[in-house]
Nanobody, 127 residues
């Protein structure tokens, strides 16, 4: 498993922006997939955004056009840029990774794909 540490959560007003970071301290390999998930109170965890070493990217419909996922290989950091935030974006956000045998792109937001998880960071959007 790959140790992951999220940061960057906080409170923001509707329409605002936040950037979440997820750092990893070990080599992620050349065949990996990474993703951001979130879990709101009383709801199941859902996939938000993902990409892999083959350059496939997938976003949940609810965040398409507002969120973007990226990676800085020089600093071993994953990012989730969140713009035009809405109250329904309030949740604990988790980053996740798999460092081998990633599935086809259409499964990149499946929770079962990932075997490494961060501890989560809270995002609260208020009106």
């Amino acid at each position: 498993q790959l140790p992951l540490v999220e940061s960057g959560g906080g409170a923001v007003q509707v329409g605002g922006s936040l950037r979440l970071s997820c750092g990893y301290s070990e080599y992620i390999g050349s065949r990996y997939c990474v993703a951001w998930f979130r879990q709101a109170p009383g709801k199941e965890r859902e996939g938000v955004a993902a990409f892999d070493s083959r350059d496939f990217t997938k976003y949940a419909d609810s965040v398409q056009g507002r969120f973007s996922v990226s990676q800085d290989s020089a600093t071993n950091t994953l990012y989730l840029q969140m713009d035009s935030l809405k109250p329904e974006d309030t949740a604990i956000y988790y980053c996740a990774a798999r460092t081998f045998d990633c599935p086809p792109w259409y499964k990149l937001l499946d929770e079962s794909v990932y075997n490494s998880w961060g501890q989560g960071t809270q995002v609260t959007v208020s009106s």
